[in-house]
């Protein structure tokens, strides 16, 4: 049974710059929960591969979380790290032996028996997609993985590897915001809608940009004003406007403060009329549409 993940997702990738304990990261999990949040995305190269050891050692002090959780993790990105002390230049790997290995390291550094979710990071030139769909079989069949998908592959790199699979990949996750737009015109979105899977959107608040934008500039004055009007946030409005895309967008947060999260959570809220949302687009891109 394919996994259902949550309307907003937290993302893992800062947990290093967040200085929390095992039962501070359970707590901040626990406070997700409480908001409706129980997916969470991680991948094996994050925090130099520590990542999910930190996530890990969380899940081990409060031990009921586990079966309350759903999991994402990604592979396939080999990084040049004392970690990884083979590596000695950073390349990709899809071969069927990395992505069964990369599986069964996270499964173990998260003291978890299945990952809900594994996704190819990055699209490999070296990819063959045979391999890849015998990994995917061979973890499934194992009862390792729940479901599979990818993340940052263009359409039709997502339709070579949907091509060798008899199970259907259920999310590519890619940038997309008001300050990356141009996901809205390379078919990405176009494609989940044909195939009806949510696409994850990493990055939705351009890496904490959206705060810093310059009030001055056409998308600051914008969500200035609109902010005032319906008594929101930029971020807010920003993650207000990938919720409004027809594709289901499953925005990922990145943030390790339990109130900014509850914030972010708010903007499910948020209703923006189709002016209203091309009126952000305009803002976002300079150009009205044709």
Partial sequence: MTPSFSRLILGI????????????LANLIEGCLDLGIDTFDLADIYHSYQCESLFGAALAA????????????????????????????????????????????????????????????????????????????????????????????????????????????????????????????????????????????????GGGRLSREPIDSPLGRTLARLGQERNATPEQLAIAWLLRHPAGIQPILGSGKLERIRLMAEAQEITLDRQTWFELLEAATGQKVP
């Fill in 62 to 205: 409060s031990p009921s979380l586990k079966s309350r959780i759903q999991v994402i993790s990604k592979c396939g990105i080999c990084l040049v790290t004392p970690n990884r002390p083979s590596h000695r230049v950073q390349h990709y790997d899809t071969s069927r032996a990395h992505i069964v290995a990369s599986a069964e390291q996270s499964l173990g550094a998260l003291g978890l028996e299945r990952l809900d979710l594994l996704l190819i990071h990055r699209p490999d030139p070296l990819m063959d997609a045979d391999e890849v769909a015998e990994a995917f079989t061979q973890l499934r069949r194992d009862g390792k993985v729940a479901a599979f998908g990818v993340s940052n592959f263009l359409p039709r790199q997502f339709d070579l590897l949907q091509s060798r699979l008899d199970l259907p990949l259920v999310t590519n996750q890619v940038e997309v915001s008001l300050l990356q737009p141009k996901t809205l015109y390379d078919g990405t979105l176009d494609q989940a809608q044909e195939r009806r899977f949510q696409p994850q959107a990493w990055s939705p608040l």
């Fill in 13 to 24: 990738w800062r947990v290093g710059e967040w200085d929390l304990s095992p039962s501070g």
